[in-house]
């Protein structure tokens, strides 16, 4: 009489089960511990990426403010690098999140570690698109008011004190005031360049997940080959730029349907599509 050993295949389907469940389970708890976990780990290269950001942004101001004697250090001056800035480093950051990916053994702690995709996505998204941002909000602040006290002097020393205008060498605080003159980004546009960083951000990040190998270098080779492939296709439209950024731009509510809905393609499900196709890349790494 054979007798059937128990605990077949049950376990193996319930796991499965639970898996899949549990990859979606968010607890506050599991993403405290979480957090503080990964800020334990990665601080000092943070902190590090931070110092490194902030050298170069000095060396930057040297150069810039000994050639022009302080003369392109304006508040539409100050913008520019902001942004440019938040570009390069947001999207070296971001692609650098999932950085022990590329480890086996790096790689097999961080998918161990007792937390759901949807909680690791969740504080990717946190630390990438929220503090990032933030922390290089300050450290710009920080360089820069000192450096515009500096442009404002250079000014003063070569033209009348009273030729100076506060408005046009104010310092330029992102998303805190509409600006006074034409010529400066309103609150609308600045939400626009930020909603464009965190889409960037998040093809950074997909890259990471989704390449082995010079995942960042291979990630940036195709995000510029898909940019000229789509100015290309852009200008054989003959479209202009105003129908792109028209919810950004004055007059916007005088848009057509058609253009209204190329805006929210464009700038609502293009950035949700690409952190939603991170997820599915994180979650894919945690199944194989």
């Not at 250090?73 to 070296?92: D, K, N, P, R």
């Not at 008011?145 to 100076?164: E, F, N, T």
Request: with cysteine.
């Amino acid at each position: 009489m054979s007798v059937i050993p128990p605990h077949t295949s049950t376990p193996s389907v319930s796991a499965g089960t639970g898996a899949d469940a549990g990859s979606a389970a968010f607890s506050l708890r599991r993403f405290t511990l979480l957090t503080r976990a990964h800020w334990a780990e990665h601080r000092r290269q943070y902190l590090g990426h931070l110092l490194v950001t902030g050298i170069l942004y000095c060396v930057l101001l040297v150069f810039v403010l000994a050639l022009s004697n302080g003369d392109v250090f304006t508040t539409s001056g100050q913008s520019a690098l902001y942004f440019w800035g938040l570009y390069l480093t947001g999207f070296v950051f971001a692609g650098r999140y999932f950085d022990g990916m590329s480890r086996r053994e790096s790689a097999l702690l961080a998918l161990m570690r007792p937390a759901s995709v949807l909680e690791k996505w969740l504080l990717c998204v946190a630390v990438v698109v929220v503090a990032y941002p933030l922390c290089y909000t300050l450290l710009f602040l920080a360089i820069s008011w000192p450096a515009q006290g500096m442009a404002m002097a250079l000014r003063a020393m070569r033209l009348d004190s009273s030729s100076v205008s506060t408005q046009d060498y104010g310092l330029f605080v992102p998303l805190l005031r509409q600006p006074v003159r034409d010529s400066l980004l309103t609150i609308a546009q600045q939400w626009g360049f930020f909603i464009a960083a965190w889409a960037l951000q998040a093809v950074a990040v997909t890259g990471s997940l989704y390449f082995r190998g010079a995942a960042m270098l291979k990630t940036l080779v195709l995000g510029v080959a898909l940019s000229v492939v789509t100015a290309l296709i852009a200008a054989l439209a003959d479209s202009r730029h105003e129908v792109f950024f028209a919810w950004w731009m004055a007059g916007a509510g005088s848009a057509g349907t058609s253009v209204n809905v190329l805006n929210a393609c464009l700038w609502v499900v293009l950035p949700v599509l690409l952190w939603w196709q991170t997820y599915q890349h994180l979650r894919e790494k945690e199944l194989t």
